[in-house]
């Protein structure tokens, strides 16, 4: 295989990790292309400790950092230093892979040179609301999908779409393209902007798989796209021409379709209520 001699690394932020995430690190370890290093930065603060290798493996390193110091994009690029392997795969610590050749599937696609980073499909649990299963679907479908600068006239917004739940990076070009921006949102997103402006492509790998979902409340979700729009609102240079308005009319349209064709019609009142409470946390993060 072309990547045989490859060292990649996983890096993984994590905060009170809980059991499942010893559920993350055992089928990590036990990938079919086996992984040189897991970085895991833990967030310490009055309610968590410092954390421990308590899976005794010398593939793991564990760096410990104050609460003050954490920032989506710094704490990631930070996580890119302590690393030399070719490519690095970004995690959260509630990403589970889905079966042993997650990091086959995303590594396979950057035999096209092009490539920068390649992002996962994220599955539902198993005890998922059902309208967060149509959005799961709405934005990881089951087709492969190659995104370049051209994409931004096609797809608008979604051309920079990534999720640093999973997607991994030739560690080399991350670092020519500039890594993250000092970002407390958005700092996959923000990277694919400047990786497909910069020539380079990103890639969804549809067979790359983790299982990732939330069951959110109403309450949950307005704050959560709170902090979305005050990202967008900070970086205009990126999201000033790219209108999340626009995608989010097209999921509501397509998931009142979705739910008379799944017969599950009577979703629908909760479904535009939930996306009523993801818009206007928008738009007052946005002011």
């Known amino acids: 295989m072309k990547f045989a001699n490859k060292k990649i690394d996983v890096l993984i932020p994590v ?15 036990n ?9 895991i930065i833990n967030t310490v603060d009055h309610k968590s400790g410092e954390l421990k290798n308590i899976w005794n493996s010398d593939k793991i390193l564990i760096k410990n950092i104050q609460k003050s110091e954490f920032n989506h994009g710094l704490t990631r690029n930070y ?13 959260t610590q509630d990403a589970i892979p889905a079966d042993r050749h997650l990091i086959d599937q995303l590594i396979k696609v950057f035999e096209n040179e092009d ?33 370049t600068r051209d994409s931004i006239d096609t797809m608008g917004i979604k051309a920079i779409f990534c999720s640093d739940v999973c997607a991994m990076y030739d560690r080399n070009k991350y670092f020519e393209i ?17 990786a497909i402006t910069s020539g380079k492509k990103v890639y ?7 299982i990732h979902s939330h069951n959110y409340s ?16 900070e970086f205009q240079d990126v999201f000033g021409s790219l209108k ?30 939930y996306s009523g409470f993801k818009f206007a946390g928008f738009k007052i993060g946005k002011m």
């Open 15 to 29: 905060y009170k990790p809980d059991k499942s995430f010893d559920t993350v690190i055992s089928r990590l370890l």
């Open 31 to 39: 990938q079919k292309i086996k992984v040189n290093k897991i970085i």
């Open 79 to 91: 996580g890119m230093t302590l690393s030399d392997a070719d490519y690095v795969m970004c995690m």
């Open 115 to 147: 490539v920068i980073v390649a992002y996962a499909k994220q599955i539902p649990r198993k005890d998922c609301k059902y309208v967060e299963r149509y959005t799961r679907a709405f934005n990881y479908p089951d087709e492969d999908i190659v995104k």
């Open 178 to 194: 500039g890594g993250f921006r000092k970002a407390d949102f958005n700092e996959d997103m923000l990277f694919a902007y400047d």
């Open 204 to 210: 969804y790998a549809s067979k790359a798989r983790v």
């Open 218 to 233: 109403y309450r949950q979700q307005f704050f959560r796209n709170i902090e979305i729009g005050k990202s967008q609102k």
């Open 244 to 273: 999340s308005e626009n995608e989010g009319i097209r999921m509501v349209k397509n998931g009142i379709k979705y739910f008379i064709k799944n017969k599950k019609a009577y979703l629908i009142p909760d479904f535009i209520l």
